[in-house]
Structure formats: structure tokens, C-alpha cells
């Protein structure tokens, strides 16, 4: 890496960190000649890019913005901070980058947001299974609920049913 002060490219790695949910590599690094410090940034060249393949077989530019806002709408007035959104569309893109190269489907990012959620609140989950699932009565909804309460505990299952 060339120095930006005195332009030699002689330096050495002082400390390396991942940052950005583990894209991008944060160095510290001096200079060798004028042992002045900088900091470099590496990640990974995004010419290509994810496309989501959906439902009507469309396909658009996969966009983490999108996972973050429907977190962000079913997480709406739930205890449940900015971070763990964060951290919840972190598993969700590290489980699409691990199994896809260039596609990926909808369904597959749908059913990894209801599985994390699912995880961390119950109610943010129903409220985002019942617009992903698109239920066609109250019936299927009762359905999802009563399962998601049976994977909690058994007397809230008694108190929804009395």
C-alpha cells in the first residue's frame, strides 16, 4: 500500500479489524520510511450483483435495505432496538451469501426473516408471516399463532383459546 504522505510503499499491518457486519477490513498501518500512520479499508468489488428472483420469476437487485425495512415494520412499537435489526439482516444476508452466487429466491429471504424472527420476538414474526404468508382467512392466521405460541409456553396457549 502506498503511503499518502511521503508516497513509499513500504508499511506494515498494525492492527486489523472487520467492521460493516464482517464486509469490510479496517487496517491501521505505518509507514515504514516516515513512520507516519493511515488507515485502509478493504471489501469485496460489488460489480456483480445479487439478483432476487421473485414470485412472477422478475428479478431485481438484491437490496438489504428492503430486509431492513420489513424488520423495521414488523418490529414497529416491539421491544426491539435498531441493533438487533441490524444484527437480524446481518444472519439473514450471511445465510443467503453462504448457499447463492448470483440468485437467490424471495421465498428463501422470506423464510430466513420469519425464522429469525421468530427467534427474537413473536409478535413481530406473526405480524410479518401474516403479510409474507398472505393468509387467506383468519383461520390460517389462528394456525400460524397457535404454533408459534406452542414453540413458547404451554399456559399462553390456554389463556389464547379460554
Do not use: W
Not at 469490510?24 to 450483483?49: A, D, G, H, P, V
Not at 443467503?96 to 422470506?110: P, Q
Amino acid at each position: 500500500m502506498r503511503c499518502p504522505f511521503c508516497k513509499e510503499d513500504q508499511d506494515r499491518v498494525i492492527d486489523s479489524r472487520s467492521s460493516d457486519g464482517g464486509r469490510i477490513i479496517r487496517r491501521r498501518r505505518q509507514c515504514l520510511i516516515c513512520k507516519r500512520r493511515f488507515t485502509t479499508y478493504e471489501k469485496i468489488n460489488e460489480t456483480f450483483r445479487l439478483c432476487v428472483v421473485k414470485k412472477d420469476n422478475s428479478r431485481v437487485p438484491y437490496d438489504r435495505d428492503k430486509v431492513i425495512g420489513g424488520l423495521q415494520k414488523a418490529c414497529y412499537k416491539r421491544p426491539i432496538s435498531a441493533e438487533q435489526i441490524q444484527q437480524i439482516a446481518d444472519k439473514i444476508e450471511e445465510n443467503i451469501f453462504r448457499n447463492f452466487d448470483k440468485e437467490v429466491l424471495s421465498a428463501f429471504i422470506g423464510e430466513n426473516v420469519m425464522k429469525q424472527l421468530r427467534k427474537v420476538d413473536k409478535v413481530a414474526y406473526i405480524r410479518f408471516a401474516s403479510i409474507y404468508r398472505d393468509f387467506r382467512d383468519a383461520g390460517e392466521l389462528i394456525k400460524e399463532v397457535s404454533q408459534a405460541i406452542h414453540d413458547s409456553e404451554p399456559t399462553a396457549q390456554l389463556m389464547l383459546f379460554d
